[in-house]
């Protein structure tokens, strides 16, 4: 009784999350009320969102949260990275809400780059170079429906969309609006001279707001279907820029790792860098809360696993593209169907010690029709051994993983001049304790591995700042580090 409580809202690519968090004692609770699935489909040839999905989950979760007895004061949202809504005038929704991992940006590159030199946009935007990026799908939503793009007046990212259904509020958040390749990284600002060399119109936009700024109550009619009223608050509404604030670590020699569909390994920094080194090294500088900035780099992470499970047990990542089974037959997989990430897991072990190895950041691995012929091909195209069977096939994952998550510390530390003590790791994957000791082994640091909840945590975090339960983000993290189991796996060697 008496704790303040808030709802945080965490969306990723396969489902999302309603967490009820407060604080008692010092420490901070969490308790999940609802999941609820994020299912893609074919819509008009393109891989799509369903935003009616979403907001129907949204509104599910909280209403469970006040039939829990945990009603919120504050909401905040945050989803992933680099996808967008266009609304027209009136407030209809133009087009659809394309996945970023649709092929509409398929060799963009080749028909982006006279426009849009990426020496002199990464000098700007300090963005990393992704096809899906929001200024790329821009592009290509341009140039296969220029009339959308003349008919939209506002531009709403995933996390400002569902804001906007809750509240009417339209508005762009820092910290997503820093994955769209289009703000200028010193100020935070749009750069107009980016939108303008893309062809995209400055009017989808608005001045980016920050991280911690109330918004809005919930909208009469949200209201009648929650049954409570709340303050809808910005997190940092990137879901990647939450987890950084929720790793509990205090001063500068840790290296960050948010683990889920992509691995997330990075620092947090006072200033942006933009050096050609660092674009030659592909890290990106994201925006953080309080204008931090997270310096770090996308690793294919355990979408590489998740996707060879689904192939194994025969599930369509988008509904209407359903596996080929030849590929999962080829190495044996229909024998156990399904599977689960822990038989993975004990298939990888006892495939040991074989060895191969991919370069996890290849664009093949970004979507392809079957990752396990991605991952063959790729094995046989590079002299390795082929993996032949789900085991070998996890074990390549799992050791490519090791092996690009020490190259990232080894960059990191000459990038940013800084020495490392531990990678501390979050979130789902952190649960991986196989994983995480082939990391420790390969970095030769200790790995510090929890929360699992790291994006909810720091989607909640946020609020609590906003709400003045705690003064700093220092003050955020002290909590986090008490109430939070961490596991320790140091290196072997
Ligand atoms: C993680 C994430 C990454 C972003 C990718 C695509 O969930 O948000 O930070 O690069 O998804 O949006």
């Known amino acids: 009784e008496g704790a303040r409580c808030h709802a945080a809202v965490d969306i990723g690519a396969s489902s999302g999350r309603v967490l009820a968090g407060w604080v008692d004692d010092g420490r901070i609770r969490l308790e999940e009320v609802h999941r609820f699935d994020n299912v893609q489909r074919r819509v008009d040839g393109h891989d799509c969102w369903d935003l ?17 007895g945990l009603a919120p004061e504050s909401i905040g949202i945050d989803t992933w990275g680099c996808d967008f809504v266009l609304l027209d005038e009136a407030g209809a929704v133009v087009g659809d809400a394309v996945s970023y991992r649709d092929a509409r940006t398929d060799g963009i590159f080749e028909r982006a780059d006279a426009a849009l030199d990426p020496a002199w ?4 935007t300090g963005t990393q170079r992704q096809p899906f990026n929001t200024v790329y799908q821009l592009m290509a939503l341009r140039a296969e429906h220029p009339e959308q793009l003349e008919r939209a007046e506002r531009l709403l990212m995933i996390p400002d969309y569902l804001v906007w259904r809750l509240t009417g509020a339209r508005l762009n958040e820092y ?3 820093s994955t769209t390749g289009m703000l200028d990284a010193r100020t935070g600002e749009w750069d107009g001279a980016v939108l303008r060399a893309a062809g995209i119109p400055e009017r989808l936009l608005a001045t980016p707001v920050m991280p911690g700024t109330v918004i809005r109550h919930l909208a009469p009619q949200v209201r009648e279907r929650t049954g409570f009223d709340a303050r809808v608050v910005l997190p940092a509404s990137h879901d990647t820029a939450s987890a950084f604030l929720a790793v509990p670590a205090q001063g500068d020699r840790s290296v960050f ?13 006072a200033e942006p860098v933009l050096t050609p080194e660092s674009r030659a090294r592909n890290f990106t500088n ?17 979408w590489m696993i998740q996707s ?13 593209k359903e596996p080929a089974a030849t590929a999962a037959a080829r190495i044996g997989g229909a024998a156990h169907e399904p599977y689960g990430f822990g038989d993975l897991i004990e298939l990888a072990r006892q495939a040991e010690p074989f060895e191969a190895r991919v370069d996890v950041d290849d664009a093949a691995f970004l979507a392809p029709d079957s990752m396990i012929e991605a991952i063959r091909d790729a094995c046989a195209a590079a002299g390795q051994p082929v993996p032949a069977t789900p085991g070998e096939l996890m074990r390549t994952i799992y050791v490519s993983l090791a092996d690009s998550y020490a190259a990232s510390v080894e960059q ?3 990038l940013t001049g800084r020495d490392f003590e531990a990678i501390h790791i979050t979130g789902g994957g952190s649960q991986d304790a196989y994983l995480n000791q082939l990391t420790a082994d390969a970095c030769g640091l200790p790995v510090l591995a929890g929360p699992v909840e790291g994006t909810g945590l720091g989607n909640l975090i946020v609020q609590m700042i906003a709400a003045g339960t705690f003064a700093s983000v220092d003050e955020a993290r002290a909590a986090i580090a008490r109430s939070f189991p961490i596991q320790r796996f140091d290196p072997a060697r």
């Not at 509104?59 to 469970?64: F, Y």
Request: hydrophobic letters at 45%; one cysteine or more; aromatic letters at 10%.
């Open 175 to 177: 910290t997503d609006a």
């Open 121 to 124: 946009l990464y000098a700007r």
């Open 257 to 269: 790792l948010s683990s889920g569909t992509w691995s997330l390994m990075g620092v947090e920094l």
């Open 286 to 302: 994201e925006g953080g809360f309080e204008r931090r900035y997270r310096y770090l780099k996308n690793i294919m992470g355990l």
């Open 308 to 320: 060879v499970r689904r192939e194994l047990n025969g599930v369509a990542y988008v509904e209407g």
């Open 412 to 414: 990191l530390r000459a």
């Open 52 to 68: 009616e999905m979403l907001f129907q989950g949204v509104l599910d979760g909280l209403s469970v949260c006040a039939a829990r």
